[in-house]
């Protein structure tokens, strides 16, 4: 079984950054961090895809924050990450992170002056 746990989100002004993680826990099976990925739902709005490795771990992202954001993996520390840059209040959403059928509860992300 896999659990994930999102931190990092809060408040933040317009041009600022947050460093989101996912902290991911497997009963101590054999993990990949492969398919794995964020998304986000603003309020109103359905669930989007912001970031995610592929099976190959090669990274994809949303035309909205592509050279924004920047996905990565910490192995020795089981974390996913998500380095958000310049933030814009359209960013503003809860973010989630993903792996197949397992979802974090959220991290809220708000940006405004």
């Known amino acids: 079984q896999v659990q994930l746990v999102e931190s990092g989100g809060g408040l933040v002004q317009p041009g600022g950054s947050l460093r989101l993680s996912c902290a991911v826990s497997t009963s101590g099976s054999i993990f990949s961090f492969n398919s794995m990925g964020w998304y986000r739902q603003a309020p109103g709005k359905q669930r989007e895809l912001v970031a995610r490795?592929?099976?190959?771990?090669?990274?994809s992202y949303a035309d909205s924050v592509r050279g924004r954001f920047t996905i990565s993996r910490d192995s020795a520390k089981n974390t996913l990450n998500l380095q958000m840059n310049s933030l814009k209040p359209e960013d503003t959403a809860v973010y989630y992170c993903n792996r197949g059928d397992n979802w974090g509860q959220g991290t809220q992300v708000t940006v405004s002056s």
């Open positions: 490795f592929f099976s190959t771990g090669t990274a």
